[in-house]
């Protein structure tokens, strides 16, 4: 299967503060997502983004499908940002596969 | 729009029995529900992939007989955890995919076997 990589595992953030979270995947996708599990365990829907990029309000995201990889902007980050970040990418078959995420920890 | 939901939120259920899980496409058809599970502190694991009308397909190591998944429709699907175990403990979640591709996740189980 298609292996994918997310980094940085671990992320503590003062609350302002932007990151990059990076996504890289070993094939060629058809698509690839990124969601933000919340604590009690709901996966939110953040960009179904196979190319190009994308913006949502304080949120953004860039995929390179040529290079095999993502990246998921956050700009003035807000305690209610913490949690995990799951990239996922579509491989044959509607297969996805998921990284291992990035936990985010936003601090007051 | 593109709302998944999951039945039971929990369960806790003793060692033996079986245990339904629903997940329901609500306002979109699902050409491809999917079943993960997930432990704690880890990533999603894919179990299988159903479309309607068919029989799934599982992932290597995930047992056929133990995870049963019935695609009814193109709004529900159901796992049902056959003589559960306490290993079979865990937090699952389903997803629902409409003809472009992208998927929707519902809220999740988490199974308690004791």
């Known amino acids: 299967g298609i292996q994918v990589e997310q980094s940085p595992p671990d992320l503590i953030l003062q609350e302002g503060a932007n990151s990059t979270l990076r996504c890289n995947f070993s094939?060629?996708?058809?698509?690839l997502q990124w969601f933000h599990q919340n604590p009690w365990g709901q996966l939110i829907n953040l960009f179904y983004?196979?190319?190009g990029t994308k913006q949502n309000g304080r949120l953004s995201a860039t995929t390179v499908a040529t290079e095999r990889y993502s990246l998921l902007y956050i700009s003035s980050s807000q305690t209610t940002d913490s949690g995990v970040y799951f990239c996922?990418?579509?491989?044959?078959?509607?297969?996805?596969?998921f990284g291992s995420g990035t936990k985010l920890n936003v601090k007051p | 729009g593109a709302v998944v939901s999951q039945h039971p939120s929990w369960v806790i259920c003793k060692s033996g029995t079986s245990v339904k899980i629903e997940c329901r496409s609500l306002?979109?058809?699902?050409?491809?529900m999917f079943w993960y599970r997930q432990f704690p502190k880890q990533s999603l694991m894919l179990m299988a992939t159903s479309n309607e009308g068919s029989k799934a397909t599982y992932e290597q190591g995930v047992e056929k007989d133990k995870f049963l998944i019935n695609h009814a429709s193109l709004t529900l699907s159901t796992l049902t955890v056959t003589s559960a175990h306490p290993e079979d403990s865990s937090f699952y979640i389903c997803?629902?995919?409409?003809?472009?591709?992208?998927?929707?996740f519902g809220p999740g189980t988490r199974l308690t076997v004791l």
């Open positions: 983004i196979p190319s």
């Open positions: 094939d060629s996708v058809n698509n």
């Open positions: 306002d979109f058809q699902a050409t491809t």
């Open positions: 996922a990418v579509e491989g044959d078959f509607n297969k996805f596969y």
């Open positions: 997803s629902a995919s409409p003809v472009w591709g992208e998927q929707f």
